[in-house]
Every structure is written in C-alpha cells, then in structure tokens.
C-alpha cells in the first residue's frame, strides 16, 4: 500500500485568491489523480496529474482554474484558481502503481470560500 | 464515460450479510470493476476489484454478472464500522492511462 498525505487538511480563504494543494506519496506511484467531492456529493475526477507534462483534464476542468504540477513519482499540486463559493468542496489526491490496481487517496484538503 | 448506478441507500442489521448491487451495462471488455468505501471525513479506501470471475478477500467478496453488466459487493457479516458509503467503479484505460470514474454511491446504515 502507499500513505498519501495532502496538506493543508483544511482551509478558509477569500473570494478572489488561489489555494495549492499539496500531494505527497510516501513511495512511487505510477499515476496520480485529483478529484473534487462537493458537500454530500460522490467524488468528480478533475484531471490526472503526469508526471513532467501537462496534465489531462476532465470536460468541465481547464488548466487556467486548477493548475496541476507533477515534477516527479512521489508528489502534486493542485491550485484553485480565483476562487469563488463554488469551490467549496472536498479535494482529494490519489495515485496507483502500475502492476498494483487500487487507488490509494489521501484525506483531503476541506476548503471553504467566503 | 464509464458509468454505473447504484441504490441510494441500503440497511443492514448488525451481524448480518450485506449485498449492495451495482449497474454497469455500458462496461467494455477491459473495463474492471472496483469498489472502494468511504467513511465519514477521510478519504475512499479500497475494498476490492475483478475482472469476469468472483473475488474473494479479508473485507468481502465480490460477484460479478456472466454477462458483466452488473455486480454486487457482499459483506459477509456486517458490523457497526462497516457503516460507510460504497462506491462502485469501472476502471477504464491501458496502463499508464487508467480512469477511475465514481458513480453515486450506496450509503449503508448498519443497526445494532
């Protein structure tokens, strides 16, 4: 199994600002993906995260609104762009190993926009 | 998209078996299927995966259709921590290129 560990585990922030999400495994993992999980809602992925280029995003989710980075194996960012209400969720990060099937996720980042 | 349905919500009784059902009518040959379970204010774990045969593990089993379009997650003898909310998925992609899509989700309630 893999720990992933995300920080901040929660936040309140400003109509307006940005907030990055950081994404740490505690060993190698071959994908790495994000999803967003709206207030008694089931999780929406947002775009999986490769490592050295450009993330895929999901239809609904552009790079201007959640940047992603994955310099290598082990960690990612996600960044709420401008944020506004809507944004208020639950954001998670999860990764796989290639012969390894499951989804390992981490606790999530609880982020609140006044 | 991958998608697949599955009841709102489901009860069990403490000690007794659970099988919570799901629809997956549009999985293709390679797609498999996953469940995963989330307890309140932590992140989806996982619980078990297969392709065409039954599976069996330490948490539950897992049967799957002949025809692959549906499946059900069978929990032998429920208890209280087992209350969470289960997640069917269809996991869709060659490797490297994986999708793992949610559908709704089953929330269980487990009286005592």
């Known amino acids: 199994s893999a720990v992933i560990s995300q920080k901040p585990s929660r936040d309140i922030c400003q109509r307006g600002t940005s907030l990055t999400i950081q994404c740490q495994v505690d060993?190698?993992?071959?994908?790495m993906f994000w999803y967003r999980q709206q207030p008694g809602q089931s999780l929406t992925l947002i775009a999986t995260?490769?490592?050295?280029?450009?993330?895929?995003?999901e239809s609904g989710f552009v790079i201007d609104k959640f940047p992603i980075s994955r310099p290598n194996l082990t960690f990612s960012t996600l960044t709420v762009s401008n944020m506004s209400p809507e944004d208020s969720s639950i954001y998670l990060c999860?990764?796989?190993?290639?012969?390894?099937?499951?989804?390992?996720f981490g606790s999530g980042t609880q982020l609140s926009v006044l | 998209d991958a998608k697949t349905t599955q009841p709102n919500s489901m009860e069990s009784n403490e000690e007794e078996p659970v099988h919570l059902p799901c629809n997956h009518s549009?999985?293709?040959?390679?797609?498999?299927i996953h469940w995963y379970r989330q307890l309140p204010s932590q992140g989806p774990e996982y619980v078990i995966h297969?392709?065409?045969s039954n599976v069996n593990n330490r948490m539950a089993s897992l049967a799957i259709a002949e025809d692959r379009k549906s499946s059900t997650l069978i929990l032998h003898r429920a208890t209280l921590r087992d209350a969470a909310v289960y997640y069917c998925?269809?996991?869709?992609?060659?490797?490297?290129?994986?999708?793992?899509?949610f559908g709704t989700g089953t929330r269980l309630k487990v009286l005592a």
């Open positions: 297969g392709l065409t």
């Open positions: 549009t999985i293709s040959g390679t797609d498999y």
């Open positions: 998925i269809l996991r869709r992609g060659a490797s490297g290129t994986y999708k793992y899509i």
């Open positions: 995260a490769n490592q050295g280029s450009e993330a895929t995003y």
């Open positions: 999860s990764g796989n190993r290639g012969t390894n099937e499951k989804l390992f």
């Open positions: 060993s190698q993992v071959t994908m």
